[in-house]
Nanobody, 125 residues
Framework: QVQVTESGGGLVKAGGSLRLSCSASGPTSTKYAIGWFRQAPGKEREGLACISLTTGDTYYEDSMKDRAAVSSDNAKKTVYLQMNHLSLEDTAVYYC??????????????????WGQGTQVTVSS
């Protein structure tokens, strides 16, 4: 059973940056993709970005394209999400999830199989 664990959340001022980490354990392989998601209070979970551990290809949701970067260190089984120019609207619980499904998409969170517990990101003014 693949397990993923997020870390790196916290309190940051608006305009600041934060790097989240997603550590994987268990029978992981490069056939997986890792996605980043967030859920703000009263809102649905939304996909932000993803990376293929096979090819290194990345994909970003429109709101993240110009201010986020996702990367992986396969040797450490860790994926990172660097976020810049944070605003109050970025306050949410951030999750990473793993999938081996070829047709998985961050636009449909249910297509991802293995979820972490989440890490809180709070942006203050």
């Amino acid at each position: 059973q693949v397990q993923v664990t997020e870390s790196g959340g916290g309190l940051v001022k608006a305009g600041g940056s934060l790097r989240l980490s997603c550590s994987a354990s268990g029978p992981t392989s490069t056939k997986y993709a890792i996605g980043w998601f967030r859920q703000a209070p009263g809102k649905e979970r939304e996909g932000l970005a993803c990376i293929s551990l096979t090819t290194g290809d990345t994909y970003y949701e429109d709101s993240m394209k110009d201010r986020a970067a996702v990367s992986s260190d396969n040797a450490k089984k860790t994926v990172y999400l660097q976020m810049n120019h944070l605003s109050l609207e970025d306050t949410a619980v951030y999750y990473c999830a793993a999938t081996s499904r070829a047709l998985a998409t961050i636009h449909i969170p249910a297509t991802y199989e293995h979820w972490g517990q989440g890490t809180q990101v709070t942006v203050s003014s």
